[in-house]
């Protein structure tokens, strides 16, 4: 079974400052991960994912994670936060076996920037 | 492409009512997958479909919940009788097979489902 835990339910950063949202897995595959943004009232989009390769993927909007398999984390991170980056953050994994194209989804991280 | 299509966005019903949600997904896609969002339980994956067939069910609560997908661009999600613990998000979203589990999911908008 896979699962996902997000650690934090809400995080707030003043615009300018560093956006750092946890993500921790579990899985007894090789995993693929995804981190989601779901602005309000709105259906989730893709920020980015990591499959196999490169351990830093880079997203859109000036996102970023790593995938650092000893620590089972993919912390998802901006250096810079702006005030259209406030929104609910998902991250997600998907395994390779089994029913391999299910998503298990965390918990969400909702994102507040202050000015 | 209009990305994946939802409909209706808002649904008001009564307990005991039918209520069916409609979904359209990206032109060529050939998953299709319907999940509840709800603040208790989050993202829930209740039915995905391949080519049109239904591959994995076992997220679907209960009896009163069905799905179908008759083509490749349209699909349904049924529910019969309605109860208030169903009022929650339903989103659908489909994805392109390519790399396995790789393959991204577009979400549509939602439908946000009330049951008085």
């Known amino acids: 079974a896979q699962s996902v835990t997000q650690l934090g339910s809400h995080v707030s950063v003043s615009e300018g400052a560093l956006v750092l949202l946890r993500c921790n897995y579990s899985?007894?595959?090789?995993?693929?991960l995804f981190w989601y943004v779901q602005y309000p009232n709105q259906g989730l989009q893709l920020l980015l994912k990591?499959?196999?390769?490169?351990?830093l993927v880079k997203g859109i909007n000036g996102f970023e994670a790593e995938f650092k398999k000893s620590e089972t984390s993919f912390h998802l991170t901006k250096p810079s936060a702006h005030m259209s980056d406030a929104a609910e953050y998902f991250c997600?994994?998907?395994?390779?076996?089994?029913?391999?194209?299910?998503?298990?989804f965390g918990s969400g991280t909702q994102l507040t920037v202050l000015p | 492409d209009a990305g994946v299509i939802q409909s209706p966005r808002h649904e008001v019903t009564e307990m005991g009512q039918e209520v069916t949600l409609r979904c359209k997904p990206i032109?060529?896609?050939?998953?299709l997958f319907w999940y509840r969002q709800t603040m208790m339980r989050g993202l829930e994956l209740l039915i995905y479909?391949?080519?049109?067939?239904?591959?994995?069910d076992s997220g679907m609560p209960e009896d009163r919940f069905s799905a179908k997908m008759p083509n490749a661009s349209f699909s349904t999600l049924k529910i019969q009788p309605s109860e208030p613990r169903d009022s929650a998000v339903y989103f659908c979203?489909?994805?392109?097979?390519?790399?396995?589990?790789?393959?991204?999911?577009?979400f549509g908008p939602g439908t946000r489902l009330t049951v008085l």
């Open positions: 979203a489909s994805s392109l097979a390519g790399t396995g589990s790789a393959d991204t999911q577009y």
């Open positions: 899985s007894s595959v090789p995993p693929y």
């Open positions: 990591y499959t196999t390769g490169a351990t």
């Open positions: 997600a994994v998907s395994s390779l076996s089994g029913s391999a194209r299910q998503l298990t």
């Open positions: 032109s060529g896609h050939d998953y």
């Open positions: 479909f391949n080519n049109n067939v239904p591959i994995d």
